[in-house]
């Protein structure tokens, strides 16, 4: 029996040798005829930026086709906010890239908020939410802006499933969605359905090609801009699968506020929140994914140009003046990240109508 465990042990030890080896064969005959730089240069770009998933998974999630419909339902539906005007797709507009192109959206009493609505693709991949970063993730997230009364306002969690334990097709969808349980209608089990919608919302682009191997899915505009992009240390904090959304950085590093912020009231980050002061000016960096479709840029939303927030971060974040041809190579590879939205991520389910 021990022989047999050592066979079994060696010929699997094998096997994984032979795929390895596959692998980087595979990968030989992609770099065939590819310049040394360009062969560098993706390198780097392996080292800091992630492929994007299919799917952002979480454990405590598990996202099932049953949860992602009725998660879709109530993403669209008006009836989450006190006067029935509001949903999760008035600020985060799937068919227009998650956003709604105002500097900051009103709430269900019709008053602009204090901060941009941020795009909600691929947003669950961030490690934060918010431009304060104060919830863990899209799940906890779903339920904030339904309870907050500058937003959906609602009054209380029991006002809010009272109206979906109403609706038969709600019923029906909570049913599926949580087989098994007494009472599937909860605000947690809504936070969750959200949340697991929101997972599937992934938006690969033509970058993620070329991080795969494709050394053709840039060109060499884009790719010229990419190593701008690493040299000139945007990747101090845009790293990752989403470029960026995974930590609290001031804004500015250099400077005052003022000199770059001139709208409304001074923003103190998530001082705000927490009151303490080494939490002044600390806002949760923001994902770069489809930034060429998200604008206005900013927690403020007072920048609407790509060209300028390049220009202000690169001064503010890195105390550079950076010349035109850097802004333009920068934007050019970030035009890289623009994935495409299926058309029917904006439509409406039929069944809200009911």
């Not at 605000?187 to 191997?213: C, H, Q, V, W």
């Not at 007072?302 to 950076?322: P, R, Y």
């Not at 920068?330 to 991520?345: C, H, K, M, S, Y």
């Given at each position: 029996?021990?022989?047999?465990?050592?066979?079994?042990?060696?010929?699997?030890?094998?096997?994984?040798?032979?795929?390895?080896?596959?692998?980087?064969?595979?990968?030989?005959?992609?770099?065939?005829?590819?310049?040394?730089?360009?062969?560098?240069?993706?390198?780097?770009?392996?080292?800091?930026?992630?492929?994007?998933?299919?799917?952002?998974?979480?454990?405590?999630?598990?996202?099932?086709?049953?949860?992602?419909?009725?998660?879709?339902?109530?993403?669209?539906?008006?009836?989450l906010?006190?006067?029935?005007?509001?949903?999760?797709?008035?600020?985060?507009?799937?068919?227009?890239?998650?956003?709604?192109?105002?500097?900051?959206?009103?709430?269900?009493?019709?008053?602009?908020?204090?901060?941009n609505?941020?795009?909600?693709?691929?947003?669950?991949?961030?490690?934060?939410?918010?431009?304060?970063?104060?919830?863990?993730?899209?799940?906890?997230?779903?339920?904030?802006?339904?309870?907050?009364?500058?937003?959906?306002?609602?009054?209380?969690?029991?006002?809010v499933?009272?109206?979906?334990?109403?609706?038969?097709?709600?019923?029906?969808?909570?049913?599926?969605?949580?087989?098994?349980?007494?009472?599937?209608?909860?605000?947690?089990?809504?936070?969750k359905?959200?949340?697991?919608?929101?997972?599937?919302?992934?938006?690969?682009?033509?970058?993620?090609?070329?991080?795969?191997?494709?050394?053709?899915?840039?060109?060499?505009?884009?790719?010229?801009?990419?190593?701008?992009?690493?040299?000139?240390?945007?990747?101090?904090?845009?790293?990752?699968?989403?470029?960026?959304?995974?930590?609290?950085?001031?804004?500015?590093?250099?400077?005052?506020?003022r000199?770059?912020?001139?709208?409304?009231?001074?923003?103190?980050?998530?001082?705000?929140?927490?009151?303490?002061?080494a939490?002044?000016?600390?806002?949760?960096?923001?994902?770069?994914?489809?930034?060429?479709?998200?604008?206005?840029?900013?927690?403020?939303?007072?920048?609407?140009?790509?060209?300028?927030?390049?220009?202000?971060?690169?001064?503010?974040?890195?105390?550079?003046?950076?010349?035109?041809?850097?802004?333009?190579?920068?934007?050019?590879?970030?035009?890289?990240?623009?994935?495409?939205?299926?058309?029917?991520?904006?439509?409406a389910?039929?069944?809200?109508k009911?």
């Amino acid at each position: 029996m021990k022989k047999y465990f050592i066979v079994i042990a060696v010929f699997t030890i094998i096997l994984a040798g032979c795929s390895e080896n596959q692998k980087k064969e595979k990968t030989s005959e992609k770099e065939k005829g590819v310049p040394p730089a360009e062969k560098q240069l993706w390198a780097q770009a392996q080292t800091f930026f992630k492929v994007l998933p299919e799917t952002a998974v979480n454990p405590d999630n598990p996202v099932t086709p049953a949860k992602v419909k009725l998660g879709k339902m109530l993403f669209f539906d008006n009836r989450l906010s006190l006067h029935q005007t509001q949903s999760c797709n008035t600020c985060h507009n799937l068919a227009t890239y998650g956003v709604d192109h105002l500097p900051t959206s009103p709430g269900d009493n019709g008053k602009p908020g204090d901060r941009n609505s941020p795009t909600v693709l691929n947003a669950a991949l961030k490690t934060a939410q918010f431009w304060d970063g104060r919830n863990k993730d899209v799940e906890e997230q779903a339920g904030g802006p339904v309870m907050n009364p500058a937003e959906m306002a609602m009054p209380d969690e029991s006002v809010v499933m009272d109206r979906l334990k109403k609706n038969k097709v709600y019923q029906e969808l909570f049913k599926a969605a949580y087989p098994g349980e007494k009472d599937p209608i909860t605000f947690t089990n809504m936070r969750k359905a959200i949340g697991a919608f929101e997972r599937t919302l992934m938006t690969p682009s033509r970058f993620d090609k070329y991080l795969s191997g494709d050394f053709n899915a840039l060109d060499a505009k884009e790719k010229k801009g990419l190593q701008t992009f690493i040299n000139q240390g945007c990747i101090a904090c845009h790293t990752g699968v989403v470029f960026g959304g995974t930590m609290l950085d001031k804004f500015p590093r250099f400077g005052e506020y003022r000199d770059y912020i001139q709208s409304g009231e001074v923003d103190y980050g998530k001082y705000e929140e927490t009151k303490a002061e080494a939490d002044k000016f600390m806002f949760f960096v923001p994902q770069l994914r489809n930034v060429a479709k998200t604008a206005p840029y900013f927690h403020d939303g007072s920048i609407t140009d790509l060209d300028d927030a390049v220009k202000i971060m690169g001064k503010a974040q890195l105390n550079k003046d950076l010349t035109d041809e850097q802004v333009n190579d920068i934007v050019t590879f970030l035009n890289t990240l623009t994935g495409d939205v299926p058309a029917e991520w904006g439509q409406a389910p039929a069944e809200l109508k009911q």
